[in-house]
């Protein structure tokens, strides 16, 4: 949907998991093994990606100021769960939160949204307003005041819509 780069580190994650679903056409890639395996999901934890998808897309959705789209469990609630660690390099001292279990796509994305919490950035992760559309996008604007994933697709149908019910 969007012409917009993918979002910076570990966000761009978070990003490709929630624009696996295309509202506008009902189009998943979860639905195929290739759209899984690109993200590490097995079949058996296809409930849970969906879970955690539709709850970062409430919590994306938030971050523009938008109410939820559905309801969804607390991201919190499910991150809660995502065993994480803190490794610490031995040779220069720096340490990272990284996922217990490299694979299990909960723990991948709660260290995503830690260390985007930690730098600042989480909360420009953000979610399109078009009911539509919904698209996950990273707000680079200098304000972080961006509402729609693509100022010539969504931005442009609701900026008509608005000129529309003007004249009428």
Do not use: F
């Amino acid at each position: 949907m969007s012409e917009r780069s993918p979002a910076p580190g570990g966000l761009a994650l978070v990003e490709a998991l929630v624009n696996t679903l295309d509202l506008e056409s009902g189009a998943d890639t979860l639905d195929t093994p290739e759209g899984r395996a690109r993200l590490g999901i097995t079949e058996a934890g296809l409930p849970a990606a969906r879970d955690l998808r539709e709850s970062l897309r409430a919590t994306l959705l938030a971050h523009a100021g938008h109410p939820p789209h559905r309801e969804v469990t607390p991201l919190g609630e499910l991150l809660a769960h995502a065993p994480l660690y803190l490794a610490v390099d031995p040779l220069d001292g720096s340490a990272t939160l990284t996922p217990a279990d490299a694979a299990p796509l909960l723990s991948r994305i709660a260290a995503a949204v830690a260390t985007s919490l930690a730098e600042g950035a989480w909360t420009r992760l953000k979610a399109c307003e078009a009911d539509t559309c919904h698209w996950a996008y990273y707000d680079r604007s200098p304000a972080g005041r961006g509402r729609w994933c693509s100022m010539q697709v969504c931005g442009a149908r609701a900026k008509m819509r608005r000129y529309r019910a003007k004249d009428t």
